[in-house]
């Protein structure tokens, strides 16, 4: 009997990637060429207005999940600024067709924020699983293979850093692990916090938990409700110190 192989579908900014706008960039970019020099951080690819760093392990974690599981993308950015991303993490043309779908901002259902202070803000965007469920091709390219008499809506995995984006769908088809951040700036962005990430490596916290659900025998939302992810703990690196001013004292 064909084993079932679930839709597992990925956000991409704080789940795969970080991203920063490029004027924010340059803003910061003597505190981010300082973490550069002293090897606390690396540096960023350029991806059209922003600088994009990929989580550790991630191309590998791709890999694996489309091994074992239908695999889509689902982000709610634009498609110019998704497309040369997605084109990073697969660059492979064939293994990018492997992808289920990768969709964008036009695919979200949108409502205006009503308590937004920035332009950038003022719309809410949000992941409503009918949209795929609805999807005739995504059904078929879904159903090839698969055991009879199964149900894409029982099958369905959404993870993303966001809870108020999947806010219209059934309980338990998503999973949040926090936000990833490679970085975080503070001191009104004069200083900046680095952090160690494992939860995409082999033993990390995800693949673990994923592996769990690839031998499940129930439903997606059965398996979130019996099996909560939980993050690991957040640890910050111990940067190394700008020593020139001790190095040139003697």
């Not at 910061?28 to 020099?37: A, V």
């Not at 889509?72 to 990073?88: D, F, G, T």
């Not at 995409?200 to 979130?224: A, F, I, R, S």
């Amino acid at each position: 009997m064909a084993k079932i192989k679930r839709l597992i579908i990925l956000d991409l900014n704080g789940l795969l990637i970080q991203r920063v706008h490029k004027n924010l960039y340059f803003k910061c970019k003597s505190l981010f060429e300082e973490q550069y020099n002293l090897g606390n951080l690396t540096r960023p690819e350029r991806k059209g207005n922003f600088a994009v760093w990929f989580r550790p392990n991630v191309k590998e974690f791709l890999t694996w999940l489309m091994e074992n599981f239908h695999v889509a993308i689902w982000s709610s950015v634009l498609y110019h600024n998704i497309s040369p991303i997605v084109e990073s993490l697969l660059p492979d043309e064939h293994e990018r067709s492997r992808l289920l779908f990768w969709w964008n901002q036009e695919h979200c259902f949108v409502e205006d924020n009503p308590t937004a202070t920035d332009p950038t803000n003022a719309k809410l965007f949000f992941k409503r699983l009918t949209s795929v469920w609805d999807t005739a091709d995504i059904n078929e390219r879904w159903l090839l293979n698969q055991p009879n008499n199964i149900d894409l809506r029982d099958h369905t995995l959404l993870i993303d850093d966001n809870k108020l984006k999947v806010r219209d769908n059934p309980i338990h088809t998503a999973i949040h692990p926090r936000a990833w951040k490679l970085f975080e700036l503070f001191d009104d962005n004069t200083n900046m916090k680095i952090y160690k990430d494992q939860v995409l490596e082999n033993n990390g916290q995800l693949m673990k938990w994923l592996e769990g659900l690839l031998e499940w025998n129930g439903t997606v939302p059965e398996y979130v409700e019996k099996h909560p992810y939980i993050d690991p703990a957040l640890e910050e690196i111990e940067k190394k110190a700008n020593d020139s001013w001790n190095s040139g004292w003697d």
